[in-house]
């Protein structure tokens, strides 16, 4: 990318005024529009340490963000221009189009008139490439203007996601689909008998459901929230984990007590692994070297490397192992003792060291949260959840939430834990900061949720 160039076409509201820019971007194209509006205004809110040059430099320069990859091209059109900042993600208000650009420049060189040509390679975010020259009499600069604007607006909406919370509802024989920003109900899927375990793939495509009582696994299609396959699956399939590729489903048999693995892309389970007495609750590696399996009745959490399929440790933790989590970024397991009323917390980096921490009675599920150093855990005879900093490991607030509360997840914004309550058929929301609870969302009959619920597409 060039540091600077002395002569730059701008597009101008109805007038245009000599430039020429090469324009390079990582992420995302910025609408570089200017208004002729007699005063030197921005469009967008400029990043710390980001200076505008006068207004009498008709050059742009390229300044440095804060971030490390990418560069901020500020330009200036001259006394009668408007200063935009352009380039990547980090521009706090901008109008962009959020597509690959490989260059975008104006040509050529020299004093333009309103018939000069203006020349705009543009690579979509499909990687086809497209290129459209215009001829620029008159009123067809306000006319490419106006597209720019439309075409902004179908592509930024697009482009927005959203998270979504799963919730698996027992009784009912459903899965509540939660809006996490509007938090309402905006479907109830109908699954298989009894769900109860839940999990997303990474990219949000698709969510997979446990449910023990029909021998099942539910496959639900994101993006239109349909049911797409039951598929049988042993005995009594509880715990479920997806592979953070996607490319493999681990699913813990209650009564068979193995781990048996499904490829995702065939549907179909292509191994099994022998494992402990009533295998539960499962969790998996960051990196998905490694799965993490609680066998409530054997009292232990059993290291399965993935790639053998082979069990590398067994860890003996309190009575009746159930829920389990994985931190992601430290090397950390959290197990809910159901019967022990205990949180056990395996350090793998310290030879397996299990430090037992007493909650409140019948502990199931454990969410962790990075940013606070806390764990929380849903008590389901108590009807509330522990919150446990790490940094001493010691409970420092106990929360009363609904009857009988068993799944909890993180919220991916880091703002929030999500708690389903099984005898209420409700879900509450906790904030982290304050640990009070900001809302309840009523679901359907039996709200369980085993397993991490949120998916964002």
């Known amino acids: 990318m060039p540091e600077s160039s002395q002569n730059n076409y701008l597009l101008g509201f109805g007038f245009l005024r000599r430039s020429r820019s090469l324009f390079g971007n990582c992420s995302c194209i910025t609408l570089l529009t200017y208004f002729h509006v007699g005063i030197q205004t921005r469009l967008s809110t400029a990043v710390p340490d980001a200076v505008l040059p006068p207004p009498s430099l008709e050059s742009y320069r390229l300044l440095p963000c804060n971030r490390t990859s990418c560069i901020h091209a500020v330009v200036d059109a001259g006394r009668f221009g408007l200063h935009v900042l352009g380039n990547c993600s980090c521009i706090a208000l901008l109008l962009y189009i959020p597509v690959h650009i490989s260059r975008h420049f104006l040509r050529p060189a020299g004093r333009i008139h309103q018939h000069d040509e203006v020349h705009t390679c543009i690579r979509d975010s499909l990687n086809n ?5 215009h001829h620029v009499p008159g009123f067809k600069v306000i006319l490419n203007y106006l597209r720019s604007i439309l075409l902004l607006i179908c592509v930024t909406s697009t482009a927005q996601s959203a998270t979504y919370a799963y919730i698996t509802n027992q009784v009912s024989d459903t899965v509540s689909v939660i809006d996490t920003t509007s938090s309402q109900v905006i479907i109830n899927i109908d699954v298989g008998h009894r769900p109860a375990g839940v999990t997303a793939s990474a990219d949000g495509k698709r969510v997979y459901i446990s449910n023990p009582e029909s021998q099942e696994v539910s496959v639900i299609d994101t993006s239109s929230n349909t049911l797409l396959k039951n ?17 493999r489903l681990y699913i813990a048999d209650w009564y068979l007590n193995i781990i048996s693995i499904m490829d995702t892309s065939t549907m179909k389970i292509i191994s099994e692994i022998k494992v402990g007495k009533s295998p539960s609750g499962l969790a998996i590696s960051p990196t998905g070297d490694y799965l993490y399996v609680a066998n409530r009745d054997d009292h232990n959490l059993m290291l399965i490397n993935t790639e053998t399929e082979s069990i590398e440790a067994i860890i003996p933790v309190q009575t009746a192992p159930f829920g389990v989590t994985a931190a992601k970024s430290i090397n950390k397991i959290f ?18 060291k299990v430090t037992n921490i007493k909650v409140g009675g019948f502990p199931y599920a454990v969410a962790h949260d990075e940013i ?45 834990v999500y708690v389903t309550n099984w005898f209420d058929g409700t879900v509450n929301i906790i904030d982290t900061d304050t640990l009070e609870i900001t809302g309840e969302i009523k679901t359907q009959d039996g709200s369980r949720a085993f397993g991490n619920f949120f998916s964002t597409h």
């Open 335 to 352: 197990v809910a003792n159901v019967r022990a009323n205990s949180v056990s917390i395996i350090d793998l980096d310290n030879d397996n």
């Open 231 to 247: 598929i049988k699956v042993g005995d009594a399939p509880v715990g479920i984990v997806v592979s953070p590729d996607g490319e």
């Open 372 to 416: 606070q150093n806390r764990i929380f855990v849903t008590n389901q005879h108590d009807g509330t959840v522990s919150v446990i900093s790490l940094a001493d490991n010691k409970v420092i607030k106990t929360i009363t939430v609904g009857d009988y509360p068993e799944g909890i997840a993180l919220h991916p914004s880091g703002g929030s």
């Open 129 to 133: 490439p497209s290129s459209i020259i």
